[in-house]
């Protein structure tokens, strides 16, 4: 979609296909279910570890599968879409992009500042697009802001909040999280930020360049907590400042009150959206020596997409969906990389590494290096800082340390895990 809005879905409908395969069968048929005619693609593979789930996927898609990256990666096609485990995509993505294919990747696009560097290093290599698969930014009122921010309505950015709030009961937790080393059993709150993030950064064109940490520790008293194989604590409050001198709150964690909501402060005006009645509408607020004559000093309206109102509204997560598939389809199309480009999403996902680095360190704060720069990633290119307990010399997933849970807990877990299909401990 060009900035005239005159670029349409429907005509790819005439052009050659993209050819994509998408690695994992679970998150991945949303965009499996997304790579269509309208948007210019064609699914032709899929690939996964758990044969079962990849069988019926296949059978229901009506394409090629692997158990297998590598054979799956010489399957005839153009891209990959990578949904797999949110801390393996980085390694996934080089293959992918050394193979010669166009990668969309899901969150998060890097598990360590050395994947990091490679990452970067790989998308240059290689001239191949590359695309980070937030699709929060893409909701209809965080589009909104980002017009109404680029038209100068509420001035320079100052302040920013991001939250993305998410309880569930210990049931639902641990039906997501079969294993007691899937990555959603041990993996800090802090690096699943990307969501809390990544609006703020796609509203304002703002980057991080340092970040501070506040932990929520592990709740013993919550049964959603307590109750399960997780192991890493409440949430946590990143405070990040960004290249123009703005303050970012992000909030995420499982406290209770779900939601999404985005806060933008300019020095004319404010911008948010509700947190009450529909969490969807839009309230902009111009203080009264400050607004145009006529204008209202507060507005709260329901916006719409800029663009594709009815295929939005199909996908999922508020039309995030389709908007990430079909920016990465006129990406490849283009020959130009996307909005959401390798450096952005190094950016928002290294916010969640250095952002652990800060916790652990009592807060203090650390930098977001600005991997745009070979310079810059010299520095950490050998960097394996990591909370996953699979891998040599890993850091505590706790504040408090070593999370123990109860005898109790695993075996409720274990009982879920077996209801999901899944044979493993």
């Not at 044969?51 to 990959?80: C, I, Q, W």
């Not at 508020?318 to 990389?337: K, L």
């Not at 109860?406 to 999901?420: D, E, G, I, T």
């Amino acid at each position: 979609m060009n900035k005239s809005g005159k670029t349409t879905a429907a005509s790819k409908k005439n052009a050659k296909p993209i050819r994509v395969g998408v690695i994992g069968v679970g998150r991945g048929q949303s965009f499996a279910l997304g790579a269509t005619d309208l948007v210019g693609m064609k699914l032709v593979a899929l690939c996964d570890t758990w044969k079962d789930k990849l069988d019926e996927a296949g059978k229901k898609y009506g394409v090629s599968t692997y158990t297998d990256y590598d054979k799956f990666l010489e399957h005839d096609m153009d891209a990959v879409v990578l949904a797999n485990y949110f801390h393996q995509h980085a390694p996934f993505a080089i293959k992918a992009l050394d193979a010669g294919l166009h990668v969309m990747s899901e969150c998060a696009a890097c598990h360590t500042m050395a994947e990091g560097v490679a990452l970067a290093r790989a998308v240059e290599r290689s001239k191949r697009i590359y695309m980070f698969a937030e699709n929060y930014p893409y909701a209809a009122y965080n589009q909104e802001m980002r017009r109404l921010y680029l038209e100068g309505r509420v001035g320079k950015f100052v302040y920013g909040e991001g939250e993305y709030i998410h309880p569930d009961t210990a049931e639902v937790k641990m039906a997501r999280s079969c294993g007691y080393n899937h990555w959603r059993n041990w993996s800090p709150w802090i690096y699943y930020c990307t969501h809390a993030i990544a609006p703020v950064m796609f509203i304002t064109d703002t980057m991080p360049v340092s970040v501070s940490t506040f932990v929520v520790p592990y709740d013993f008293d919550d049964p959603t907590i307590a109750m399960t194989a997780r192991r890493y604590d409440t949430g946590a409050a990143l405070m990040l400042k960004m290249d123009n001198g703005a303050i970012v709150k992000a909030l995420q964690g499982c406290f209770r009150g779900h939601g999404n909501f985005v806060r933008i402060h300019g020095n004319h005006g404010l911008m948010e959206n509700c947190r009450t009645g529909n969490r969807s509408h839009l309230r902009v607020w111009r203080e009264p020596w400050e607004k145009n004559p006529g204008e209202p000093i507060e507005q709260i309206y329901s916006p719409d997409f800029p663009a594709h109102h009815d295929l939005a509204m199909k996908a999922g997560h508020g039309g995030g969906d389709f908007f990430t598939n079909f920016h990465f389809a006129e990406a490849i199309r283009s020959g130009r990389q996307p909005y959401l480009d390798v450096y952005r999403g190094l950016a928002m996902s290294m916010c969640g590494i250095q952002g652990w680095r800060s916790a652990l360190a009592g807060s203090a704060p650390m930098e977001v290096p600005d991997f745009r720069k070979e310079s810059v990633r010299k520095k950490y290119e050998n960097d394996g800082f990591s909370p996953d307990p699979t891998r040599q010399g890993h850091v505590p997933c706790s504040v408090l340390g070593e999370i123990k849970p109860s005898k109790k807990a695993l075996a409720f877990s274990r009982a879920v895990w077996r209801k999901q299909g899944y044979k493993g401990e």
